[in-house]
């Protein structure tokens, strides 16, 4: 089993051919989502009384929710807005309401999770939560310029506390404060980490680890519609990969990445979750198959 655990929120989200008001989202509802397409995959988070029905009924569909706190307020809320290039998303708001003030804890049943995955959250949270699994085989984290801006210092404790980090590129620099991915990465496996993956957008990813550099391409879509939650779809998809296959060998964790690219594609291609929410059975390894001969030269 797949622990995920991070922000279920209600999301305003502002593209330039729509507006989308209080739908359902989140970094650890679109990365637990994504997941689930590979594992069993059990969510901690938290929402407010306000939170409908229907997005509960929505998750339950594909997630475990012992995890999931109810709680006496109002559930977390972000507004962002793109240009119309869809390449840069400005914050209008950030409620943090219920999550302002969460105390995690991982139910019993999540404990003996092998692979868990830290959205980004608070990364002294983050660094505790940890602490409460009985023997982790492969922790991720990832983070915003929201945690490095305010908290630095934890992020870098935080990633001495799991294998592997996922981060974008603007992010990856702004916290190493170098200008070059490959420092960028060295700097984050002198901290502790023992795998870097730098996301960037429809440019794919890079993955670092020791002297092996593996770079992957986007997959290469004609159509995007919202690019919120991608680089939490390419998360999930990651570790629930290497959850599904109980491996964390370079070759397993080279797929993985893959598979990244692949449900990131997935995400992007309708609004809000309903990418993720509307893949059918055998899509993924079509698309995987496509991707192959894409990259095959």
């Not at 997935?266 to 993720?276: N, Q, S, T």
């Amino acid at each position: 089993m797949l622990t995920v655990f991070g922000s279920t929120a209600l999301d305003t989200i502002r593209t330039p051919k729509k507006t989308l008001k209080n739908v359902l989202g989140g970094a650890a509802t679109f990365a637990a989502i994504s997941a689930s397409n590979f594992v069993d995959t059990g969510l901690i988070a938290v929402v407010g009384k306000d939170f409908p029905k229907q997005h509960h009924k929505t998750l339950s569909k594909y997630l475990d929710l012992e995890g999931l706190s109810v709680e006496n307020g109002k559930t977390f809320r972000y507004d962002g807005k793109y240009d119309n290039t869809l390449s840069t998303r400005s914050t209008l708001k950030t409620e943090l309401n219920v999550l302002a003030d969460f105390k995690p804890t991982v139910p019993e049943a999540y404990r003996k999770s092998q692979f868990v995955y830290l959205a980004n959250n608070d990364p002294e949270q983050n660094t505790e939560l940890i602490k409460e699994f009985d023997k982790v085989k492969f922790s991720m984290c990832d983070t915003i310029d929201f945690w490095i801006s305010t908290k630095r210092d934890a992020v870098i404790k935080m990633i001495k506390s799991v294998d592997a980090v996922v981060i974008n590129d603007e992010e990856a620099k702004l916290l190493t404060k170098e200008f070059n991915l490959i420092k960028c990465a060295k700097k984050m496996m002198q901290w502790g980490a023992k795998y870097v993956i730098i996301k960037k957008g429809e440019h794919g990813s890079l993955m670092f680890y020791d002297d092996v550099i593996f770079p992957t391409a986007g997959f290469s879509l004609e159509d995007v519609v919202d690019p919120t939650g991608a680089g939490d779809s390419f998360a999930g998809a990651m570790i629930g990969y290497l959850a599904s296959k109980k491996s964390t060998s370079l070759s397993e964790i080279k797929k993985a990445v893959v598979y990244g690219n692949v449900l990131g594609s997935f995400a992007v291609e309708k609004y809000g979750l309903d990418g993720l929410l509307k893949i059918k059975n055998g899509d993924i390894t079509k698309r995987v198959k496509m991707y192959e001969k894409m990259i095959r030269f």
